[in-house]
């Protein structure tokens, strides 16, 4: 971005002195916010606590006065003689207007001498005012406003009939009479109570000129340090004021303007310009309303109900019978005047200091950069090759001490050049001399590719005449046993024939008497042929025929299940799956062996079988089927007529073993150190290849097991087969060896 020095130093020295003045002024600056908006805010707090008292205490003694007069002999025996000759007339007569004029003088100086503008007497039994200081006494009242009392105060409002709270002054929340009315009406109602009973409701309008006394200080705003935009006022439950605005007050042609502006509806704003009020007609649901409301007191800044920004202070109020809530409120924009102004000035400041620092900055640098931008000519004209190139010392401080290096720089590259042309002239000759080198190491590689790939061809021979081998074993393993095995498939098959043709007959006896008794539908004489087919039944003994059928095919599928026994195991000794690791279980592929083996060990051998719990092992199965299959084979022949061979499997920490032991004729231990060589055997010629137990040894090395023998010669022999869970993560390696273990 800044390319020169000249700019750098210029934007270095504007930083250094401009960070720390910036940072003091705006420490400062939002300081003197902090500070200004504290004190508000603690102003505001300390007004609004006070003009809270005050208006507390203002209803607190305006219901004090209603419960004393309504407890008054006077009023009752007014309310009873003004309610009584009402009753008599139903309707304004001479009497009635005789006692309206008797007590209305005392009334109404009592209405007077606390201050309200009215005083009313209800009759709540029938709905009616029997007396208000307003009207004459030949007059009738006005049934509206009989019945907005009627709503104002219920008959389902029980409690506040029930004489035995006499002492109850409820305060009804302001409403309109009806939509002629042009003032807002809050009520405090007192009930008049005789002895038992009550006999009506002292009514005493609360005049809204008196609370937004107490909340405007007679609009003293100035003098409790609201200066232009501050006010307090009072805000109910259904966010609407329940006190004049300020604003509406001093300028209220600009607050309905500013009201219609902000989408204010606009028979509201008639309403409040006809009324000149703004209770239960200016909504307020700014954020310290709505906290107020929920009955927290705090401090905050938010745009109260005309979209400005203002510092507030507000609280619920304790008022029985209302959710009112008090707000103080000044425009931020006043407090922050003096703040506003600084920042103003503080920008000015800045602004002049930059210049002058700018201008310095540039002296500076211009004095700075002319010696580095004769070094960066020097420099570009020794890249071009001009190392006879020198630049004139100027000074004697860093820059001259710079120059002089620059120069010492230049005369020893001219001196490193010419050292350099002189080596390039050395390892040019060295750089043949490893050509030759190099093409003769070629050759050597090529080389030994060649011979690496003769190996690997060799290898795989190797592999495939190892397999085929290995499956050569396996199938001289299966023509030994092919006599047997076409024995043992011989005897259930002669079972499954022999019981065809008795089958046949028994079905075809069967068919002769279901046709009998078929033709019994079409018959003429059913009685006839019914007991023609009965004869026929007991003839061939049909009970017999059913029992002997069910014999027959039992004896079927006897010989079918065990042919296909013999059938599935020589499928799973034989296959060819020696490439593909599969999960299977050990224990199946012994018994799939031993089924192989049956012809062999039925008659003479007794075959003990303890097979542990075991999990499913990674393996190549028919490699191990063929495992197990040359040592049972060898165990057999060993066994040489009758004779015990005992077959153990177990499940240790991370492999399995497979034991099996024979009490045949034993081994010697020069056989035992041989007997997994290829080609060694110890029958006679014709007898076995002498690769069964080397094929085995590589199956199971190939496994990661180990396979090892005990034999004692005359007692017996055991082998030991060790095989991994898993031939992926074992780094089992099978050992050639002989340990000593129970037979």
């Known amino acids: 971005m800044f ?84 009753m008599r007339a139903g309707q304004p007569s001479s009497a009635y207007t005789e006692a309206y004029r008797r007590h209305y003088d005392d009334l109404k100086d009592f209405a007077v001498s606390l201050r309200y503008d009215e005083l009313q007497l209800y009759d709540h039994h ?65 009930p008049i109570a005789d002895g038992d009973s009550v006999l009506g409701a002292l009514v005493l309008p609360v005049c809204a000129n008196g609370i937004n006394f107490v909340m405007t200080g007679n609009n003293g705003w100035r003098q409790q340090g609201f200066g232009k935009s501050g006010e307090c006022y009072i805000v109910a439950d259904d966010f609407t004021m329940r006190s004049d605005s300020r604003f509406l007050i001093e300028q209220p042609t600009n607050l309905i ?60 109020l304790d008022i029985a019978d209302v959710n009112w809530a008090l707000l103080a409120e000044i425009d931020e924009e006043e407090v922050m005047g003096g703040i506003y102004e600084l920042h103003a000035r503080l920008k000015i400041t800045l602004l002049l200091i930059s210049v002058l620092i700018i201008l310095a900055s540039i002296l500076i640098a211009r004095s700075v950069s002319r010696p580095l931008r004769h070094l960066a000519d020097g420099t570009r004209a020794i890249v071009a090759g001009d190392y006879d190139r020198r630049i004139p010392q100027g000074s004697n401080d860093e820059v001259g001490d710079l120059t002089k290096a620059f ?31 190099a093409r003769s190491l070629k050759q050597t590689n090529d080389d030994l590719h060649e011979r690496n790939r003769q190996i690997q061809d060799t290898l795989e021979k190797l592999k495939v005449a190892q397999t085929q081998l290995v499956q050569a074993e396996k199938m001289s393993t299966v023509g030994q046993l092919t006599a047997g095995i076409a024995h043992e498939i011989n005897n259930p098959i002669n079972f499954v024939s022999s019981n065809v043709q008795p089958l046949k007959l028994d079905f075809e006896e069967l068919k002769h008497l279901f046709d009998k008794f078929n033709r019994l539908k079409d018959s003429s004489d059913v009685t006839a042929a019914l007991a023609e087919a009965e004869r026929f039944k007991d003839e061939i003994d ?202």
């Open 407 to 437: 120069n010492q720089m230049a005369q020893a590259l001219k001196q490193q050049r010419s050292d350099i042309k002189a080596q390039h002239r050395q390892l040019e000759d060295q750089k043949e001399e490893i050509h030759a080198q």
């Open 3 to 86: 390319k020169s020095i000249k700019s750098k130093l210029i934007v270095s020295f504007l930083a250094v002195a401009l960070i720390p003045f910036i940072a003091t002024a705006w420490h400062e600056y939002t300081n003197a916010q902090v500070e200004v908006s504290a004190k508000a805010a603690k102003h505001l707090t300390s007004v609004r606590e006070s003009r809270k008292v005050i208006l507390e205490g203002y209803l607190r003694q305006c219901r004090a006065e209603a419960r004393f007069f309504s407890r008054s002999a006077s009023l009752r025996s007014a309310f009873r003689q003004l309610n009584d000759a009402r």
């Open 542 to 743: 049909a009970d017999f025929l059913f029992k002997e059928v069910s014999e027959l095919l039992n004896g079927i599928e006897e010989g079918a299940r065990r042919t296909a026994e013999i059938v599935q195991g020589l499928r799973n000794f034989s296959r060819l799956d020696e490439n593909e690791v599969k999960l299977a279980d050990v224990n199946i592929g012994l018994d799939s062996t031993l089924v192989l083996l049956r012809n062999k060990t039925k008659h003479c051998i007794d075959l003990e079988r303890d097979y542990g719990d075991l999990p499913k092992i990674e393996c190549f199965p028919g490699q191990l089927n063929q495992v197990f299959m040359n040592i049972l084979n060898n165990a057999v022949q060993a066994v040489d007529g009758s004779g015990r061979i005992k077959i153990r499997t177990r499940l240790l920490e991370d492999c399995i073993q497979v034991s099996i032991a024979d009490n045949g004729k034993g081994m010697s231990a020069e056989v035992q150190q041989r007997i997994f060589e290829p080609f060694y055997t110890t029958k006679d010629v014709g007898e076995g290849t002498g690769l069964g137990l080397f094929i085995s040894y590589g199956i199971v090395e190939q496994h990661n097991g180990s396979i090892t023998v005990h034999s004692d010669e005359g007692k017996g022999s055991e082998f030991l087969i060790s095989l991994p869970l898993s031939i992926r993560n074992s780094s089992a390696k099978s050992k050639r060896q002989s340990e000593p273990s129970s037979a």
């Open 126 to 190: 029938r709905n009616a005012v029997v007396f208000d200081t307003e009207f004459p006494a030949d007059v009738e009242y006005p049934a509206r406003q009989a019945s907005f009392y009627r709503e104002r105060l219920p008959e389902k409002y029980s409690p506040f009939w029930d004489a035995r709270n006499a002492d109850t002054v409820l305060l009804l929340d302001f409403a309109f009479v009806d939509s002629l009315s042009h003032e807002p009406v809050a009520l405090l109602a007192s």
């Open 257 to 316: 303007a500013s009201l219609r502006d902000r989408g204010v509806g606009a028979d509201t704003l008639r309403k409040m310009e006809r009324c000149a009020t703004s209770i239960l007609l200016q909504s307020v649901r700014s954020e310290g309303a709505r906290a107020a409301i929920r009955g927290d007191s705090g401090t905050g800044r938010y745009k109260d109900y005309r979209g400005i920004p203002v510092i507030a202070a507000y609280t619920p």
